[in-house]
């Protein structure tokens, strides 16, 4: 795909998410308590059949070409929301599939991965979205306690706040499909989001 094409599909993810409501804009209260001027809900993105598909396809691109399928053996989705990715994204690529838990299991095993993994075998994380960073690292400490190797984490959303960063210290490179900026330039470039609100995210984004 050439960068002109996938700055399309690019554009095209981003006027899909809005149509769908899967980003809002305006004044939100985060689950952390934190206040934000947009809102993120990929977990309506599978109740909508034909974008979940241009979706998923289109991340399938971005690992091939940015990271290359012969440089990981496994993929392991992340709870909650990105589970579902990572599971079409698996299917697509002809990877095995794993997926991690909120918790560890008190029952059985008391394994926190479930599927199966052997000692050595490199494990690409899929995420729908990353803030901070700290679920994938978490994510990436419960696969390499179980033998996994974790090199590279895919999020389909990057809100920028510094999450790159924080990986880049526990050994993992972030893959972003897309950035809120890149989203918001879209939609400020379509006439859907004023001056004012793009200014608002632009100042939130971390440099990193």
């Given amino acids: 795909m050439t960068v002109k094409k996938a700055q399309e599909k690019k554009d095209e993810m981003a006027n899909i998410l809005f149509k769908l409501d899967a980003i809002q804009f305006g004044v939100f209260k985060l689950s952390s308590g934190k206040a934000s001027p947009y809102y993120v809900n990929l977990r309506v993105i599978p109740s909508f059949p ?8 289109f991340s399938d691109q971005f ?11 496994r993929i392991a989705g992340v709870p ?10 698996a299917y697509n ?6 997926y991690l838990r909120k ?7 008391e394994r926190r ?24 690292k978490k994510a990436a400490d419960a696969v390499r306690a ?10 389909f959303l990057d809100r920028e706040e510094g999450a790159g960063g924080q990986l880049e210290k526990s050994g993992i490179k972030l893959h972003s499909v897309l ?23 632009q100042k939130q984004v971390k440099k990193q």
């Fill in 50 to 57: 034909d974008a979940f598909r241009e979706i998923c396809d």
């Fill in 63 to 73: 690992i091939s070409s940015q990271i290359g399928v012969k440089n990981f053996d």
């Fill in 80 to 89: 909650l929301t990105g589970i579902i990715f990572a599971s079409q994204v």
């Fill in 93 to 98: 690529l002809k990877k095995p599939f794993l």
């Fill in 103 to 109: 918790g560890v299991r008190l029952r059985g095993r």
């Fill in 113 to 136: 991965v479930e599927g199966v993994l052997v000692t050595g075998e490199r494990v690409l994380l899929i995420d729908d979205l990353v803030t901070t960073g700290l679920t994938l």
């Fill in 146 to 155: 179980e033998g996994g190797v974790v090199t590279d984490a895919v999020v």
């Fill in 179 to 201: 950035k809120i900026s890149e989203i918001a330039n879209v939609l400020y470039d379509s006439g859907v989001m004023d001056e004012e609100s793009l200014k608002i995210i």
